[in-house]
């Protein structure tokens, strides 16, 4: 496997991570708005 490969899958997932957790604060932040 080259080394790339491995650091654009590493990329994909901090990406990922960040727009789950900024998605999953948001609904969360909605919910609590809504009461």
Do not use: T
Not at 13 to 18: D, E, K, Q, R, T
Request: hydrophobic share 60%.
């Amino acid at each position: 496997m080259e080394s790339w490969v491995i650091y654009m899958l590493i990329a994909w997932a901090v990406i990922l991570g960040m727009v789950y957790w900024s998605v999953s604060k948001l609904l969360s932040a909605e919910k609590e708005a809504k009461g």
